[in-house]
């Protein structure tokens, strides 16, 4: 239990530590969202789909990363399940002429996709670093070892 009032030593503390996600659903949002996973400030991509190689906010490295084709994989899934039970229900409740199906659901489908990729790669490395996986484990030693020492 912390009292109210700030502590002003701790409040002007700005340690890595601190910026630390509290769990992995903490590290996965800040990944979703495109930052860093370890500060949660510095943005984690340098182009639509590349990966900085360091934070440019705390230097966190995170060319360690290996997503791969993962959230090209997570991004089909997702956008297929949410897409397809739409264009169902509306192909068979409203039946719209057929040039607006053709260009129309191709379009919802491109931009849904195009519009979650980014998200969901951010979050699998984001993932992975929280995991320690790849070359990850280095820095989640680092991040571990503080948080075993500190008092409560
Ligand atoms: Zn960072």
């Given amino acids: ?38 500060c949660g400030a510095g943005r984690m991509f340098r182009a639509f789909l590349k990966v900085a190689d360091n934070c440019p906010a705390c230097g966190e490295e995170l060319y360690h990363h290996r997503a791969d084709d993962f959230p ?33 659901w191709p379009l919802v489908a491109l931009i849904a996709t195009l519009a979650l990729l980014q998200p969901i790669k951010g979050a699998v490395v984001a993932i992975q670093w929280f995991i320690g996986m790849h070359g990850f484990e280095d820095s989640k030693g680092r991040r571990l070892a503080p948080a075993a020492t500190e008092t409560r």
Avoid: N
């Fill in 72 to 104: 090209a994989y997570l991004d089909i899934v997702i956008v297929g399940h949410i897409l397809v039970p739409i264009v169902l229900a509306v192909e068979t409740e409203i039946a719209p002429p057929m040039w607006l199906s053709m260009t129309m």
């Fill in 1 to 38: 239990m912390t009292s109210p009032q700030s502590d002003p030593a701790k409040a002007e503390t700005t340690s890595a530590t601190e910026a630390q996600p509290k769990g992995a659903a903490d590290a996965l949002m800040r990944g979703f969202r495109g930052h860093c996973p370890a």
